[in-house]
């Protein structure tokens, strides 16, 4: 946070703090050069060190640097100071229209309109350039204290070409369009839906969609119809509600195709309020294939041939066909003209005739086998859908793209690859690798997928191998040191060895603990590479030692006790008697003298009120690292269906990894799953109030048959969840 009375680059002078958003903090400042009051826009300290933030920053600015209208936030300046990335803007001294909206409960229609102009005039001069702002929202709407209105915060806007979507943009779930929510292809009609939104939320004072999380939310917007705004406004104009609803269409098709069309109905409806101007498209008639009806193809024999008048010289081309300058002299040769001569007339006006209805019938069939062709007169309709479905080389039949493989390519490269396959890529930062610098190290959908066209691909930019320093971890149990060494992004195999003894005989390192690693502590390896753990056996005893009990303890302390045992399995099962996490029961029994390098020790941990098969299965573990805590990271869908599905057999898993989300600051997380279930979009709970350790491993149970989902993460933060991102995600059934 800059202190009152800073100044960057030697001319912004930090006046205080006006506001914050979530990767900058905006400050009022006093430009000593012009001698002006500006915005500052500061990246937050913790987002410096992060280049794919800083270009994101940079991004904005230059995104928002092109746009001069009256109805935008200018940006006057941007630069970098020892470290202080920042973005100079006009300030504005108002109120946000969500601050208003809230004060007035709802405004009236007029005042509505006006500001919903203004703010179309805004969008449509960035459209032009080639920007969408896909975060339109009252929140970065200003209302200035001379009634100006304004829009801002174009902090993820992006080159309309770039066919890619933020996932941040689902902090405004309330406000997205169902293409954003799905995550998919964006553009200008994204912006419509959004104002659309906004509008309602002007006129009623509320949103059409509300619920108690993101993805409740999203699933409206994919799904249900709003309530007509009318009904919570009574005096609202026909043509306004109207407007409103073809704004926030579900399919883009069906909305306004640019903001100069918005803006000439809202003009519109001030003067006609009560109009029947706008034009909704019926789902019914783009879904029908239309055919022609004798009657009508009747009347298309006997229309005369129509000139567009956007083809000046086909008009003038006709014109010089027609004979008018033929008249004046054709006529006197009739005043004098015997009746023979008439009979010769008459014979070329058959004639004639006769060509017109030839042409007619060429006419006619070119239009039946055009309209056979496109599938519009008795034509098959799969006909038309198939070549709809096949535009590109890489569109199957069914319209779905197959997702390249992204790895060790360039950004540039990764670009060529996805321009013509109808495919959006994401960056979503940086992390170590085994991968060349500077190239993809991993992506979201994993190559050969078969995913909808327009969808995102997300990926990461390799740093490299991150060196890193084997840690000492003499003193933590052989389950704990695995853990540690793991969350480093070391692989890890664990041998069990026994240990030294000391004078009295007593074992150097107890039973169940670190003993040593291969490299030693200290040494310097490579993120990726594969580190031995050992852990001690204590004391050998030879073939024959008294087993321990274990039962009552927790799953980690009950693996550590048996230590010096070679083969240690874990199970899980259901119990409403014994706390997750505690073991059940342990076979063989405590007491027994068994030979701890052949048998084999099965302790049986509860799972609580969750159905086991839901959760893990049986998770065999030969050395003591093995059996970390995967029930936690599991988490699993419970829902009916896919425990039914587990009960019968057939099971669908996702085991992608999650890299570190943009924005995450440690706090508990919560994972929810979206997939389109008998064309219904279905929600559930993976995984609620849990720090994650990242790169996180999912290990996630789908809906039967259904190979595609979306995963939403949110982080709470001061008892809230916010959404940090979406991932989409990929099942295979388990055989």
């Known amino acids: 946070m800059l202190k009152t009375g800073m100044i960057i680059a030697e001319r912004y002078e930090i006046l205080g703090k006006i ?87 709802r405004l009236s229609v007029k005042e509505a309109t006006s500001i919903a102009i203004q703010v179309s005039m805004g969008l449509e001069a960035a459209h032009s350039h080639g920007i969408v702002h896909r975060d339109v929202k009252p929140q970065n709407i200003i209302i200035s204290m001379d009634g100006k209105v304004k829009v801002t915060d174009f902090g993820i806007a992006r080159a309309a070409s770039s066919n890619t979507i933020s996932s941040n943009v689902m902090g405004s779930v309330h406000y997205s369009s169902p293409e954003q929510v799905r995550g998919g292809y964006s553009d200008e009609k994204s ?66 195709q640019n903001m100069e069309d918005v803006i000439a109905d809202l003009k519109h409806s001030l003067i006609d309020p009560q109009g029947d101007f706008v034009t909704l498209t019926s789902v019914d008639n783009e879904a029908k ?87 519009l007169i008795g034509g098959n309709s799969e006909t038309k859908t198939k070549t709809e479905t096949t535009d590109t080389a890489e569109t199957d039949d069914d319209g779905m793209v197959t997702v390249p493989n992204l790895l060790g390519k360039t950004e540039d490269e990764a670009k060529n690859i996805t321009k013509d396959m109808k495919l959006g890529i994401q960056p979503m930062g940086e992390e170590a690798s085994t991968q060349a610098k500077g190239t993809i190290s991993s992506q979201d959908i994993p190559q050969g997928s078969k995913v909808e066209q327009y969808t ?43 240990s030294e003894l000391n004078d009295d005989g007593t074992p150097i390192v107890d039973p169940g603990y670190a003993y040593s690693t291969t490299p ?6 490579s993120a990726g590479d594969t580190i031995t753990l050992v852990v001690s056996r204590g004391v050998d005893y030879g073939d024959s030692v008294e087993v321990p009990s274990v039962v009552g303890m927790t799953k980690n302390d009950a693996i550590t006790t048996f230590g010096k045992f070679l083969n240690v399995e874990v199970k899980e099962e259901m119990s409403t008697e014994v706390a997750a996490g505690e073991v059940i029961s342990q076979e ?39 059996t970390t805590d995967s029930a936690a990271q599991t988490a699993d869908n419970t829902s009916t269906d896919n425990s039914a599905a587990v009960a019968a057999g057939e099971v669908w898993k ?82």
């Open 588 to 626: 063989p029994e405590a007491g027994n003298w068994e030979d701890p390098d052949t048998v084999n020790v099965v302790i049986t941990v509860s799972t609580g009120d969750q159905d086991p098969a839901s959760v893990q299965s049986t998770d065999t573990a030969n050395t003591a690292g093995s």
């Open 520 to 525: 030693d502590a200290g040494a310097s390896v």
């Open 191 to 256: 912006d419509i839906y959004s104002l659309g939104i906004t509008l309602y939320e002007m006129v009623t004072g509320k949103v059409p969609f509300d619920g108690d999380t993101t993805v409740a939310i999203a699933i409206k917007h994919l799904q249900e119809e709003m309530v007509p705004p009318s009904v919570y406004a009574e005096d609202l104009p026909h043509s306004l509600e109207q407007i409103i609803l073809k704004c926030t269409q579900k399919s883009v098709d069906r909305r306004y």
């Open 456 to 498: 995102t691909i997300k990926y990461y930019i390799s740093k490299g191998a991150q060196q890193i320093t084997v840690p000492d971890v003499d003193g933590q149990t052989g389950v704990d040191a695995q853990q540690t060494l793991e969350d480093m992004g070391l692989n890890v195999t664990v041998q069990k060895e026994y």
């Open 654 to 735: 996702c085991t992608q990894t999650l890299n570190t989300p943009t924005g995450y600051t440690g706090g508990p997380v919560r994972l929810e799953l979206v997939q389109n279930v008998n064309g219904t979009p279905t929600a559930s709970v993976v995984l609620e109030n849990q720090v994650l350790q990242f790169p996180y491993d999912l290990d996630i149970t789908g809906a039967p048959g259904i190979s595609e989902g979306t995963l939403y993460l949110s982080e709470q933060v001061n008892g809230v969840y916010q959404e940090l991102g979406n991932y989409s995600i990929t099942f295979a059934k388990v055989e």
């Open 19 to 105: 506001g914050t958003g979530g990767m900058a903090d905006v400050y009022k400042a006093k430009d000593h050069k012009l001698n002006r009051f500006v915005a500052v826009k500061v990246l937050k300290p913790e987002f410096r060190e992060d280049t794919t933030f800083i270009r994101k920053f940079r991004s904005e600015a230059q995104a928002a640097a092109v746009l001069t209208h009256p109805n935008i936030v200018n940006v006057f300046d941007v630069g970098d100071d020892n470290g202080v990335y920042y973005i100079v803007m006009e300030l504005i001294e108002g109120i946000t229209l969500k601050e208003y909206i809230s004060k007035k409960g």
């Open 289 to 375: 294939t239309v055919v022609i009806s004798d009657e009508e193809l009747g009347e298309i024999k006997h229309v005369p041939k129509q000139i567009s008048k956007s083809e000046p010289e086909a008009l003038e081309d006709e014109i010089n066909e027609t004979d008018y300058d033929d008249e004046p002299e054709e006529k006197p040769r009739r005043k004098k003209t015997a009746k023979p001569e008439k009979t010769k007339k008459k014979g070329g006006h058959g004639l004639t005739i006769a060509m017109l209805l030839l042409g007619v019938v060429i006419l006619v069939a070119i239009i039946l086998v055009a309209g056979k062709a496109s599938g």
